[in-house]
């Protein structure tokens, strides 16, 4: 095996590496540090960087500035499970059909579709909040997965995905046999897109958990709050409780370490997919 032989541009790189890398875990780690410490360590300079006592009482604290807390991490897991359940269905069935139809006006249709990535976020807000308001979904949770079911990020991966990984001969194969277009779809395209649904639904997890804005405009009762309004709602006009908003965030975050550290390698199989052509 031939060593790997150590020149200044290699350890340029990898001094880069691990700067960029350090620069990304700091704020995890000073969330954990922070949550196990009280307002005044936290507000010290130089502040901690080791972990102190006060996690029973941030938590204590937490649960008490927020009795509904636990309730509030089930709503954004709900809410995260739906929506992410809603776009692996639909955006995949899009993806499919952009992919293995040929239809007049379809790459017209996809080009419109690819035209709303453009428009930014807020530029929905109103609309959304009237639309619900006409609906009477405020203060529900389906006001928060049901206008987001489907993205064009997620057709854009699926319709690339489904294009480079299932053969057409497959699918007139099928045809031929007898087999239905949804039944195409379901025992034949789904099993065979595992990594691309992979990337896509911890993507989707993930947004909609860290959803701010959204649960912001719709939700008004603080028991339905998902966990980032609810974190917010501890700033108010008084001294701000950080160790107990570290030790909430925390919590927050432990799930969503969990998903990336057991679906890493799908993520990563589901963003090379198609990278190199053979």
């Not at 008490?64 to 991490?73: I, R, Y």
């Not at 709503?75 to 952009?98: E, Q």
Request: net charge positive; charged share 10%; hydrophobic share 55%.
């Amino acid at each position: 095996m031939k060593r790997l032989q150590l020149t200044p541009q290699l350890i340029g790189a990898y001094a880069i590496v691990a700067i960029g890398a350090l620069m990304m875990l700091g704020p995890f780690w000073f969330m954990f540090v922070f949550a196990t410490h009280g307002n005044r360590e936290i507000l010290s300079l130089p502040p901690p960087l080791w972990f102190g006592d006060a996690l029973g009482d941030n938590l204590r604290q937490l649960l008490t500035s927020l009795p509904h807390f636990w309730k509030n991490v089930g709503w954004s897991v709900y809410v995260a499970l739906m929506s992410t359940a809603l776009n692996l269905f639909f955006c995949s069935l899009a993806g499919f059909a952009f992919a293995l139809y040929e239809f007049k006006g379809r790459d017209l249709l996809f080009g419109f579709v690819m035209a709303t990535m453009l428009l930014p976020s807020f530029v929905g807000m109103i609309p959304t909040a009237l639309t619900m308001s006409w609906l009477e979904w405020m203060n529900q949770p389906r006001a928060l997965y049901v206008p987001g079911a489907v993205g064009a990020l997620g057709i854009f991966m699926m319709r690339q995905y489904i294009a480079s990984a299932i053969p057409k001969e497959l699918v007139d194969a099928a045809r031929i046999d007898g087999c239905g277009e949804f039944a195409i779809y379901w025992r034949i395209v789904l099993p065979l897109i595992g990594p691309a649904l992979g990337t896509l639904g911890l993507i989707t997890f993930i947004g909609s958990w860290n959803n701010f804005i959204g649960p912001l405009i719709v939700i008004r009762d603080m028991e339905m709050y998902t966990v980032p309004i609810a974190l917010r709602s501890l700033q108010g006009t008084g001294q701000i409780p950080w160790g107990a908003i570290s030790a909430g965030s925390a919590i927050a975050v432990l799930p969503l370490l969990v998903l990336f550290m057991l679906a890493s390698r799908r993520l990563i199989e589901g963003l090379t997919a198609g990278a190199v052509k053979s």
